[in-house]
């Protein structure tokens, strides 16, 4: 480990024993906020995930053509079948809303 990494673990620790939030501390240690983001999360072995892009490849299975949808809100479940009547759902969700 560097000289640089040991003395900044040492910094990390002292920010997790003063309960202070990272932007109030490296405010008040003269600490770059984003500097203390990076050696937070390298000693605790979170990697960034490189962004690939905004979309992603979702494969479609038609197992079971008579399925429908299940919405679920709090404590209310709605099973919808393959052909549901419009009217009567947005009616539900109306009253719903109400609730």
Known sequence: MSERAVEMRAVVEEWK????????????????YYKMLYWRDKFAGNK???????????????????????????DVSIILSGEFDKKVLADTIRVLKEV
């Open 17 to 32: 024993r003063s309960g202070m939030s990272i932007s109030s501390f490296s405010r008040e240690k003269c600490i770059s």
């Open 48 to 74: 960034k995930k490189k962004k690939t892009g905004g979309f992603r490849h979702l494969s479609v299975r038609e197992e079971n053509t008579s399925s429908g949808v299940e919405v679920k809100v709090k």
